[in-house]
């Protein structure tokens, strides 16, 4: 393959997203990591958890784990209202649920037109940020669902219920 064959390909290559809002940022993560998207839940608070982890929901029998991502990202807390989800992924082997202003859309987005993060991006930690998609009219902050909790809390998140 030239190297020419080699960029393209490497360009062509789509990134498949579920794109959603906190705030007036837009955020992406992994299609491949999300197992579903459902409308807010009554939350069973967790004596002794981090502030950002709201408590756990019964999710067809399966106790699973709740964080507010706003907390985590270092935003204000907000209240819940008709657009908030929770957004169920699979992070280090562990699912959890991410409480999200609203879900946009599904979206494919070239590998190509994302960058590695600038060293602060409205204020949240760069180091939970995967890459910064340019599209066209938006910047879509894609983010790393691994570095945003470490094995060890994901550990202790799934001990304590």
Partial sequence: MTEIEEQTTVSSELLQLVSFVLGNEEFGVNIICV????????ITK?????????GVINLRGRVIPVIDLRQKLGMPRKDHDNNTRIIVVEVNSKTVGFIVDGVKEVIRIPVGVTEPPPEIVSGINSEYIKSVGKLEDRLLILIDLEKILSKNEVFSLNNNN
Wanted: charged share 25%.
């Fill in 35 to 42: 197992q579903e998207i459902i409308r807010m839940l009554q």
């Fill in 46 to 54: 967790v004596p002794n958890a981090p502030d950002y982890v709201d």
